[in-house]
């Protein structure tokens, strides 16, 4: 196994930090890396906001469902899906663009996390643990205003970072499914009750699949939170909408 499949393996989010602070130097490594990520038509439909600010900080952690540690992190990069710089160098250019669809903003999106993800390797190889912080795309309106975002600019990811705790180093990784539970040949075929069944059975060992199911979906899927995120980011997705 090679160095890189190897960091990718034992990567895992990290929430709890040591107080050494990241080195200007390696934080310059880590948004190079990020921009070397693959980019629809080598556009970078993204801007990254680097949180500095530390009472900037306070809020995102009280704002992004009170998770404290946020505040204490030695480095927070927002990733944003960013339309609008194109649609600014297009008028710029006495171009006339069009008005950005869902289209753009998925694409958008796609860019940003996928330089994301390079932030989060590369932050790896160096030792510095990193957590994405999916809240940011709450609370629309409070977001926006905070962190002063215009139109076609959505705030696709947050991500902390900084040197892991030894038991935060320690800690084990939860267990992914099997490759033959998320893999499938050609076409998607619909999953059927054995099959659903046995790709969570690493969570069903002490407890009835009912059991496990219907815990996990009041905890995550019909919870609160995820009932906010879906509310906000309909309410971003109205500036794209006919």
């Known amino acids: 196994m090679n160095e890189i499949i190897k960091s990718l393996y034992g990567r895992?989010?990290?929430?709890v930090f040591e107080e050494s602070p990241i080195p200007e130097e390696c934080k310059k490594e880590i948004l190079m890396a990020a921009m070397q990520a693959p980019t629809a038509g080598n556009q970078q439909l993204y801007t990254i906001l680097d949180i500095t600010e530390q009472k900037l900080k306070d809020e995102l952690a009280v704002s992004c469902d009170n998770q404290l540690f946020i505040a204490k992190a030695p480095m927070i990069l927002i990733f944003c899906a960013d339309i609008l710089k194109w649609i600014d160098v297009f008028r710029?250019?006495?171009a006339k663009p069009r008005k950005p669809g869902c289209g753009d903003l998925i694409l958008a999106i796609d860019d940003a996390l996928i330089a994301a993800q390079n932030s989060v390797m590369a932050a790896e190889s160096m030792g510095i643990g990193s957590c994405y912080i999916g809240d940011i795309m709450?609370?629309?309106e409070l977001h926006r205003n905070m962190l002063h975002l215009p139109e076609y600019v959505f705030p696709a990811a947050m991500l902390v970072f900084g040197y892991p705790t030894k038991q935060q180093r320690e800690r084990n990784k939860p267990e992914r499914c099997r490759l033959e539970d998320m893999v499938q040949e050609n076409y998607y075929r619909r999953r059927d009750s054995e099959q659903l069944r046995r790709m969570f059975d690493k969570e069903t060992e002490n407890k009835s699949f009912e059991e496990w199911s219907q815990a996990f979906c009041k905890?995550?899927?019909n919870s609160d939170f995820s009932r906010e995120m879906s509310r906000s980011v309909q309410e971003y997705l109205k500036e794209y909408m006919d």
């Open 92 to 94: 710029e250019g006495g």
């Open 138 to 140: 709450e609370q629309c």
């Open 219 to 221: 905890r995550k899927y």
């Open 12 to 15: 895992k989010s990290v929430r």
